[in-house]
């Protein structure tokens, strides 16, 4: 990425950057200007919308501290290394998205583990839970005494970093027999109002779980009532919206909306329909690193496009 | 403890199946359930397996009192949640199990509440 010339990079651009098959999330917003922000800074700030300044930040997705299975025994391991290769990352970013499945069974010790090593980063760290994360008797006790601190309804939030608006949801609650995800009415009505006041000029970063678009319903793989959300966003020139979830990088455009799931640092999960369930795919070991990975996104100024290149654990 | 088992249980048809389990070690458990399957018409026990994102059978059709097992195979947990929330396991994780037993007569439509596109049935029907 970057070997990506300057701040030239326009949508094609974006989607050839897109296209590029990584581990791990990074969102990179230009430049290397370093600031920070702590999630109770940011919501107790005074929301400013001003001029998006370059800056990079990252996403990383289910981490399933805790999984031990064929697929790969040593998910902590695997974990260890993406976040090894965040530290070694020739721009630091400003800060992580972690899009949910923290754990694989939302245990204490789990959440404390995975917590030690994302933190190791040195960067502040944003979080969204996975259906993993909220699986425990109190279905969400654990992770929202965690990271549930300052954020909405159960554990919805937003705020601004260099001109830059970010939403974090979680569509992992309270879901329908039948259904798939979900958002709910209170967590919509919500997004229509922390959107209201911004200029339609903003770019917009939207973090998730589950896919906010249909890759799959026959696997549950979308959220059933995203419609409503995305009628709230589609007024804004540049949204990306990022999720984990699925195991691998699916991309879809629709409009200024650009959809983009990433691959998870434990282990892969077969492509839609492509095997008789959504569990767990073993690949041979010596594959196993391929199909892990981080992203990094650059958010370029006085461009609309966010630029993010995925990388593999290999 | 596994002797006096043996004795209360030592019926023709189930004792076969009880020599084997226990050979090898399994829990008494596993012989009852046995003993269930060996004599379908007062079968009081059912199993229902998790497995590849899916209830199978998903729909039973069982006596009230029955007592049915869910059993996860799949190598990511699941959940066993009433859609009238009448019951609702915990999540079980692989190879684990959740037990409910049907007193009443009734429709019990049942899902898993971390993949609902995951769906049951338990027909309870005199």
């Known amino acids: 990425m970057t070997e990506h010339r300057g701040d030239i990079i ?30 109770d800074a940011a919501l107790a700030a005074t929301p400013r919308h001003g001029k998006v300044k370059p800056f990079t930040f990252l996403q990383i997705s289910d981490s399933h501290i805790g999984f031990d299975k064929p697929a790969n025994p040593n998910a902590r391991a695997t974990f260890v ?15 992580i998205l972690h899009t949910g499945d923290i754990t694989h069974l939302s245990k204490d010790s789990e959440f404390a583990d995975a917590d030690d090593i994302i933190r190791s980063a040195g960067l502040p760290v944003f979080h ?41 949801l979680n569509n992992v609650s309270n879901l329908k027999a039948g259904g798939m995800a979900h958002l709910g009415s209170d967590q919509i009505a919500w997004l229509k109002r922390d959107l209201a006041g911004l200029a339609s000029s903003t770019p917009i970063v939207v973090f998730a779980h589950i896919p906010l678009w249909t890759v799959y319903a026959e696997w549950g793989w979308g959220t059933d009532d995203s419609l409503q959300a995305l009628t709230s966003l589609r007024r804004f020139g540049s949204v990306t919206v990022l999720n984990g979830h699925i195991h691998q990088v699916i991309q879809k455009v629709e409009g200024n909306i650009s959809f983009h799931s990433a691959r998870s640092t434990a282990y ?31 958010v370029v100024t006085g461009r609309d496009g966010i630029a993010l290149i995925d990388t593999t654990l290999a | 403890m596994l002797h006096r088992c043996l004795k209360s249980l030592s019926l023709r048809t189930v004792f076969p199946a009880m020599a084997i389990m226990l ?58 949640t009433a859609t009238n929330k009448s019951f609702h396991s915990a999540a079980i994780d692989t190879s684990g199990r959740y037990t409910f037993t049907f007193r009443k007569a009734g429709d019990f439509a049942y899902f898993c509440s971390l993949h609902p596109h995951m769906t049951g049935k338990v027909i309870v029907k005199a």
């Open chain 1, 128 to 168: 969204v839970p996975g259906e993993h994360d909220m699986l425990d008797e109190g279905a969400g006790k654990a992770y929202l005494a965690r990271y549930g601190k300052g954020t909405r309804g159960l554990g919805w939030y937003s705020f601004d970093h260099d001109g830059v608006h970010f939403v974090a």
């Open chain 2, 23 to 80: 050979s090898l070690g399994a829990p008494a458990y596993f012989s009852l359930q046995a003993a269930a399957v060996a004599s379908p018409a007062k079968a009081r026990m059912l199993t229902v397996q998790i497995k590849n994102f899916a209830f199978v059978p998903a729909v039973v059709t069982v006596t009230p009192g029955t007592t049915v097992t869910w059993i996860n195979t799949d190598e990511d947990p699941h959940t066993v």
């Open chain 1, 10 to 39: 326009d949508r094609r651009g974006l989607l050839q950057c897109v296209g590029w098959a990584g581990t791990g999330a990074l969102y990179l917003m230009s430049g290397g200007v370093a600031s920070s922000v702590s999630l």
């Open chain 1, 81 to 95: 290394e993406a976040v090894e290769k965040v530290k070694a990352l020739p721009v630091k970013p400003d800060f």
């Open chain 1, 268 to 298: 892969p999960q077969p492509a839609p329909g492509a095997a008789p369930s959504p569990g767990p795919l073993k690949v041979p070991t010596e594959q196993l690193h391929s199909v892990l990975g981080i992203r990094t996104g650059t």
